[in-house]
């Protein structure tokens, strides 16, 4: 019975902020879902309706409720587009999490975020014997592009082209700092996310290198944890907590004046997520939150804001390597972070950016969904190629490892030879030179 309550408690606090949604249909130009299916139902405004009705519909079709919330992509363009400001990603976040309550976690689901991705240790130990052995699994799709497939068929793997787990993961080439500020009289604590650290750990070890090269102090404690994303999107909020809690416990250990991420889905869930759906009693535990969520700083964004990156004059060669740049959903659409990225990119002499159209425009992959959905995500990913493909570039830059996986992906399905990095590994190599 207490629940029951619980849950009925929950289902006032959705209907208040339900209320402010005017059904104006102006998230249906700027959902990329949408664009594909034309399906109404796809809509944030057709998953608002439903959710009117949450609870009575949850307990006639559960299963139906469920399936509709979970064909989003919680890439925030319609929030960002909003003109009633409602907080669309805040709504389905907790409308998942009473669904799940409400239904129960599939015992795969369970097994994944409660055994293992809320157990770094273990989580660690696990992606490394499967990199260990993937060679047997997995043949090499695109050289330059490091995209590789699965020798047979699989429903997980399907026909995608995808980076594979690094044989060297970051946390085992560096499995913690704690280094004391130098000309910056500024120190940071790295988050460093679980796709740098087991996909892209070069992005990371860049990260490492400018924060060094400009005199940078750096906390970096051993087994770090995922942000929770992951969990909490699939409605999991037993183990999004659990996760922010032991991430609580291990950046305050050691002093720093900001929080950096080089991944615009860590900044944005730190940042926005964290203090938006921990539900603790512990007022400490929510005063750390509001803390660490205050000092949380994307790479470039701390570059150029706090040290002062800017864009270096041209050294005049008559070819510069022309950079495009993607912009990830969680920087500019919910942290208004686009020209300081770019602004690396520029600080680099022997490059030029070359704008692609609809820069801003989601590349499909939003996390769990390119997994449930991929042929939808593939094919949002496919415009987002088209576009790159059209500016001639030979690198396409982003800020997020998640976007870095879909365009990969994507470019290597065009048979591409164009580089996918992150904004941080472009910045690095011009200050090596």
Not at 184 to 200: A, E, H, N
Not at 249 to 266: E, K, R
Not at 382 to 387: D, G, I, L, W
Request: aromatic share 6%; hydrophobic share 40%.
């Amino acid at each position: 019975m207490s629940n029951i309550r619980k849950l009925a408690g929950q289902f006032k606090e959705l209907e208040k902020k339900l209320a402010v949604c005017t059904r104006c249909g102006m998230c249906q130009a700027v959902c990329p879902l949408f664009a594909e299916t034309k399906r109404e139902a796809d809509l944030a405004r057709g998953k608002l309706a439903l959710l009117d009705g949450l609870a009575q519909e949850m307990f006639k079709n559960p299963d139906g409720v469920s399936e509709r919330l979970n064909r989003c992509l919680l890439c925030g363009s319609c929030q960002a587009g909003c003109s009633s400001g409602v907080n669309v990603i805040e709504i389905f976040l907790k409308a998942r999490s009473i669904l799940a309550e409400f239904k129960g976690l599939p015992g795969s689901q369970k097994l994944l975020f409660r055994s293992v991705l809320a157990k770094p240790k273990l989580f660690n130990t696990l992606s490394g014997f499967v990199a260990k052995f993937q060679p047997l699994f997995i043949r090499q799709m695109n050289q330059s592009l490091g995209t590789s497939c699965a020798r047979m068929a699989t429903p997980l793997l399907g026909n995608r082209h995808f980076v594979p787990l690094s044989t060297e993961p970051f946390h085992q080439k560096t499995p913690m700092l704690d280094t004391q500020p130098g000309k910056s009289g500024i120190r940071v604590g790295f988050f460093v996310g679980c796709l740098l650290d087991k996909v892209f750990p070069r992005a990371a070890e860049a990260t490492i290198q400018v924060l060094r090269h400009h005199g940078v102090g750096i906390w970096m404690p051993e087994n770090q944890g995922c942000c929770g994303i992951p969990a909490l999107s699939s409605g999991d909020r037993t183990s999004f907590e659990q996760l922010v809690q032991y991430s609580i416990n291990q950046f305050d250990a050691g002093h720093m004046d900001y929080l950096i991420t080089s991944c615009a889905t860590c900044t944005f869930t730190i940042k926005k997520i964290w203090p938006m759906m921990i539900q603790s009693d512990s007022r400490e535990v929510t005063e750390k939150v509001n803390t660490l969520s205050a000092k949380t700083m994307d790479i470039s964004q701390f570059l150029v804001k706090i040290l002062g990156v800017s864009a270096l004059s041209s050294k005049n060669k008559p070819s510069r390597k022309k950079i495009t740049y993607h912009d990830p959903c969680h920087l500019k659409k919910s942290l208004g972070i686009s020209v300081e990225p770019r602004m690396l990119i520029h600080a680099d002499p022997d490059s030029s950016l070359v704008e692609m159209e609809d820069a801003d425009r989601c590349c499909g992959m939003g996390g769990s969904f390119n997994l449930h959905h991929y042929d939808l995500s593939a094919s949002i990913g496919y415009e987002k190629a088209s576009r790159i493909l059209d500016t001639g570039c030979e690198v396409a830059a982003t800020s997020c490892p998640a976007c870095m996986a879909q365009l990969s992906d994507a470019l290597s399905r065009c048979k591409s030879t164009i580089q996918v990095k992150h904004v941080v590994e472009i910045y690095a190599d011009s200050i090596m030179e």
